[in-house]
């Protein structure tokens, strides 16, 4: 390069600077406009409208719902009331007529109404997420999506694949596991790294409850398709959910792995179903699951739905050199606590968290909005689908009877309903019921591979 070519490449990067300085220095005509940023809801379940009440409730500059989609208008209806009424965030709601969108294809009408840098929240059923993340790294938005995020190992490879392009793109991502949010939770798990109770050997995690957190469910009523009643009761079948126990375990058992620092490489479990009367969902009653990480540590996973029983709602760690319980009575308060021995009683304890503590479904929106304001680096996706994706394993494990690895759990070609992404109000389901209107239940021992409950 001659000289005088390098002198005016100097100093037209000279000249470029200042200009930056000038126009940094400038007032921003739609500096008010722009720092607004607008949500769009897709899924207006009780999990998207108190996602939307947490990210309205951030108190870090303008926030506005800007638009909505379900394919229940009905859904749609009842929560746009009930948010733009709030006493707390109804001002913050402004989505006329025109920007509520019904139908399958609402997430993209929904999606369309953001500037790239908006945030949509994803909070339909999870067997759609990748569909709607891929549409959403489209369009350049960031994203807060519920979990779990897969329910199937072609889903959870096809989601690590899709996050590579909003990873490029710098999009921050956040995904419903706020438990890692918990300020209780997060001080346990450095103590834990620290080497508080020593070499972590056995981990449990319970979920034991009634009928408040069953899956059942009765038969398909008239007047309602097959593929809108399984949808609108999604808990009960496998293509769209994952069931009883990718819903209702994983929190647990993401938890869990976060204190060992570790996935877990293997599975087996147990599981039956139980007084089901005229249920037709997919679900076991009872679910006993042990995993094994790779230094052959266990985690074990225990969950039932059964009214009557003894109820227990939380996790715990078993160290070399003490104990801990993660979380107790539920999600929040976790109550996090260090005991010197594995008797867990007042004497022994050596540390507990503060309380009150902080909501973490609220610390987990206070988290994305601080990433997409200061441009932080954030994208929990992979957690996301590791965490789905172990505990799908373990369901698995429970329906066929069989050890599985979580290497063949990802290998496994079996997709609950690869053509999800080409349904419309008027299509069939794909999973389909018999002449009795009844659909194909798990038959540990008998039935070996997942590939028939579709």
């Known amino acids: 390069m001659s000289s005088s070519r390098r002198e005016f490449l100097k100093r037209s990067g000279q000249v470029a600077a200042v200009g930056a300085l000038v126009n940094a220095a400038a007032p921003q005509v739609h500096a008010a406009e722009d720092n607004t940023i607008q ?6 379940g ?3 409208t108190g996602a939307t009440m947490n990210a309205l409730s951030v108190d870090n500059g303008p926030i506005k719902l800007v638009a909505m989609a ?12 009930a948010l733009s009424g709030h006493a707390k965030v109804g001002s913050k709601v402004d989505v006329p007529e025109e920007r509520r969108f019904v139908g399958f294809d609402g997430y993209r009408k929904a999606m369309d109404c953001l500037r790239p840098g908006d945030i949509v929240i994803l909070a339909t059923p999870p067997g759609f997420r990748w569909v709607h993340y891929t549409y959403a790294i489209e369009r350049g938005l960031n994203v807060f999506m519920e979990k779990p995020v897969t329910v199937d190992g072609p889903t959870s490879v096809k989601m690590l694949e ?31 790294q620290n080497g508080e109770i020593g070499e972590i050997n056995l981990l449990r995690a319970y979920r034991m409850a009634g009928l408040t957190a069953t899956a059942a469910v009765l038969p398909k009523p008239e007047g309602i398709s097959e593929l809108m009643y399984q949808i609108k009761n999604f808990h009960g079948f496998l293509w769209l959910s994952g ?9 647990n058992i993401d938890e869990c792995c976060w204190m060992k620092n570790a996935w877990p490489v293997k599975a087996m479990a147990i599981g039956g179903r139980h007084y089901r009367g005229e249920n037709v969902d997919q679900n076991f009653d009872v679910y006993g699951i042990e995993y094994t990480f790779e230094d052959g540590a266990k985690m074990l996973v225990d969950g039932r739905t059964i009214p009557g029983c003894k109820q227990e709602f939380a996790s715990y760690a078993h160290g070399s050199k003490g104990a801990a319980v993660i979380s107790t009575a539920s999600h929040t308060p976790a109550k996090s606590r260090i005991f010197s021995s594995q008797a ?20 987990e929106w206070n988290d994305l909005i601080e990433a997409v304001r200061n441009d932080l680096p954030y994208n929990e996706v992979e957690r996301g689908v590791m965490a789905s994706a172990v505990t799908s394993m373990g369901r698995m494990t429970a ?56």
Not at 416 to 431: G, H, N, V, Y
Request: net charge negative; with cysteine; aromatic share 8%.
């Open 39 to 44: 949500i769009a809801l897709v899924g207006c």
């Open 46 to 48: 009780g999990r998207g």
């Open 70 to 81: 379900d394919v229940f208008e009905k859904n749609l209806k009842n929560k746009h009331v």
């Open 162 to 192: 899709i996050n590579k392009a909003a990873l490029e793109k710098n999009l921050k991502v956040g995904v419903g596991l706020m438990c890692r949010h918990c300020h209780g939770r997060q001080e346990l798990f450095d103590r834990i």
């Open 243 to 251: 069931g009883a126990v990718s819903d209702f375990l994983i929190h």
């Open 344 to 363: 867990m009683t007042s004497d022994n304890m050596t540390w507990a968290f503060p309380q009150p503590e902080p909501n973490p479904y609220q610390l």
């Open 399 to 454: 329906h066929t009877g069989q050890e599985m690895t979580l290497e063949q759990f990802l290998a496994n070609p079996h997709e609950f309903a690869p053509e999800i992404d080409k349904l419309t109000l008027d299509s069939d389901s794909p999973l389909k019921a018999n002449a009795e209107g009844k659909y194909a239940i798990p038959m540990p021992g008998l039935v070996k591979k997942q590939e028939y409950l579709t």
